[in-house]
């Protein structure tokens, strides 16, 4: 465990509020308050909660002091710029915890574990001196039976069992691919995933609508149901032009999710993990969410990635 635990209250009561802030200048965002939060915008139907499901509240506004993230009370923990030519085994896995022979969610990509079987014949990091690229191609029919005949090869990087942490600032600066089918996605998982599953996506991201980011907190609720009501589509018609920040505050019972340094989306709650949890980059290939890869797809397909940060409060 790492510092700045606290346990939450365990009360079946729950209060779940999503607040996006859009259009604001800092000087709007700092005054929010004073201006009985003109500048915010509750769009709680779209939250599309389930009213059969009384773990979920849309709730109602709620000020957001300090939106502005600011890391001069932080310091840093976890670090990779990426600027060797090859991962640090000491920082990162090449294959989730399940292992690569486990699908998930329909997707077509086989994850190649390249620290561990550098021989494979394909290797999904690739390396300038300046940023890591992720990269999803196409299999070659010599290498689909050891893919086991999934039709994509990608990467995954994992800090499982290396680097995990418990409330504090998480962030990372990527560029993220275009076209039908490509998923690629910044998240967290609960160190014993096997106990308890909560998943928080800093980002998540459907190559064929390049004008939204998605951001996503699922929780495992009362009845041992995933719940995932917690998806917000945040129009950012940027994201796939150039390179972003992609930012998590995550404190006792509130994650607060910023895109370059912008708040803009917020969950408070019980329901807010507060178990460790570690870091998850990838580049998944079609699935339940994004359908299909399209024929326009081209291969190969990038995630770029210039660093991830995780930071925690000073004492």
């Not at 009985?36 to 779209?46: V, Y």
């Not at 689909?144 to 499982?160: D, K, Y």
């Not at 150039?242 to 404190?251: D, I, K, T």
């Amino acid at each position: 465990m790492n510092k700045h635990q606290t346990a939450l209250s365990t009360s079946a009561a729950i209060c779940l509020v999503a607040l996006l802030l859009s259009g604001c200048g800092e000087s709007d965002l700092l005054s929010l308050q004073e201006q009985e939060l003109e500048a915010a915008r509750l769009e709680s139907g779209e939250l599309a909660a389930d009213p059969a499901n009384p773990d979920v509240e849309n709730g109602s506004q709620e000020d957001v002091s300090n939106p502005h993230m600011e890391l001069s009370d932080y310091e840093l923990v976890f670090a990779d710029d990426f600027r060797d030519d090859s991962l640090d085994p000491s920082k990162w896995n090449t294959t989730l915890s399940w292992g690569p022979d486990l699908l998930i969610h329909d997707q077509l990509q086989y994850y190649v574990d390249s620290q561990t079987n550098p021989g494979f014949g394909y290797d999904p990091f690739s390396f300038d001196g300046e940023q890591l690229s992720i990269l999803a191609s196409e299999t070659p029919e010599s290498l689909r039976a050891s893919a086991n005949e999934q039709p994509w090869l990608s990467g995954v990087l994992t800090t499982a069992g290396k680097f995990d942490f418990q409330y504090g600032y998480v962030e990372a600066r990527m560029q993220v691919p275009q076209g039908q089918g490509v998923w690629p996605a910044f998240w967290m998982l609960g160190s014993d995933y096997t106990d308890v599953k909560p998943e928080l996506y800093v980002m998540e991201f459907d190559g064929s609508r390049a004008e939204s980011i998605f951001l996503n907190y699922r929780y495992e609720d009362e009845s041992g149901q995933i719940n995932d009501t917690l998806r917000w589509e945040e129009s950012f018609v940027a994201a796939a032009t150039g390179f972003h920040q992609y930012g998590v505050a995550w404190s006792p019972g509130e994650l607060l999710f910023y895109i370059d340094r912008q708040p803009r989306y917020r969950i408070i709650g019980e329901r807010v993990a507060s178990q460790d949890m570690y870091l998850i980059l990838n580049l998944a290939m079609g699935g339940v969410w994004p359908g299909p890869v399209g024929q326009t797809t081209g291969s190969p397909v990038a995630l770029v990635i210039d660093y991830v940060r995780a930071y925690q409060l000073k004492e």
